[in-house]
């Protein structure tokens, strides 16, 4: 009997999970704090497996060895047709895997973000896991929203925790992208672009072009479910 497409979808995730158990990502259910992202993640990309897509990641080691890259070796595995690109402000030049680059990149330096992405962008898939602070993760998003194809997803983890060094009046992520479905006013939008140093018509036509934005919780079983709620972001582009 063929599996249907519920079956299949849950088949994939699983593939995804024992990979990044394998490797050592804590996107799935086998490492550190047992995310289980991979389903959501699954469930957004299916569809794009074995297609020539580039995908790039932001944040590249939860620091088993300084060297190793256990989500780019995940992805790069799970998406046999794709280009992997990941950035940190660390160098991991010495991690080696197949269709894999990674680059020493700040992702709180916005022209070195577009500087990366004018050279090796566009890109179908943009994942930020990495500082966890909200304005990074904000200048991340308004730096290579435009590098996002039609069509093409972004995504932001961990919402449900910030580094001690976030400052008291930083905008929140989950807070930013559950007011874009209200509706941001201008002033939001202005005081936003102020912060992030970006201009207004910028950072409006970016929000303009969002056409879904789903959250999807942690499944970590260490910490309480209501803190882990809503800390995985997925923004889709207008196709
Ligand atoms: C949680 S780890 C990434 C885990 C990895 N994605 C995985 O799933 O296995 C966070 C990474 O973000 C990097 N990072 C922290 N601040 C950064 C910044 N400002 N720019 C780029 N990378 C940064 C750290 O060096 C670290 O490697």
Redesign the pocket.
Known sequence: MAASGADSVAGIAASLSSL?DE?????GFG??LRHGYTRAYASALSGYRDKPLKLL???????RDGVY????A?WSDWLPGAEIY?????D?SAFQHDRCQTFQ?????PAALQAFAAEHGPFDVI?D?????SD?QQI?FFALWPTLKPGGFYFI??LHFQPPTEPADAVKTKALFHGWRGGLSPQAIWRLARRHRFQPAHVAGCLAEITAVQFFDSQSPDRNAFLMADALLAVQKAG
Do not use: N
């Open positions: 990044a490797h050592g990502s804590d996107k490492a550190g990641e932001i944040g590249l080691s939860i620091a890259c256990p989500s780019l995940m990941g950035l940190d402000i660390h991991f990149v700040d992702q709180t330096d994942i896991d990495g500082a966890h602070l990074a991340s983890e961990d």
